[in-house]
């Protein structure tokens, strides 16, 4: 019986971390994904970074929570010659469920302005 309740502990525990890996990388690849696409939005012909940041927040509020999309900001940086709108998302990474205490998350995105080809 005590073999049953300390396996039975053990076996629970590991489960529970691996539900929080999957909930951490699932918040993870929303962000990233909605960054990439906030970014592909603003660098279109004639739009604007305030596309961008709207396109970003849009889809991380439809996806997650509002919480999730406060500090969202565009900035143009320039690799190997080419002009690129940048969207940056930092937000919080969830270390217990949703609710619990998280720790900081900063992912990007990139897309080629159109403007500038």
Known sequence: MVDFVLVGTLVILLFAALL???LALHVRNILVDSAAEGARAGALAG????????RTRYLI???LSPRYSRDVT?????AEGT???QVDVVAALPLFGLAG????LA?????V???EL
């Not at 565009?74 to 320039?78: F, I, L, N, S």
């Open 20 to 22: 929080q890996l999957a």
């Open 47 to 54: 739009a604007s970074d305030a596309a961008a940041v709207d």
């Open 61 to 63: 509020d439809l996806a």
């Open 74 to 78: 565009t900035r143009r940086v320039e």
């Open 83 to 85: 002009v690129l709108l």
């Open 101 to 104: 205490p998280a720790r900081e």
């Open 107 to 111: 992912v990007s995105g990139r897309a």
């Open 113 to 115: 302005l159109e403007d």
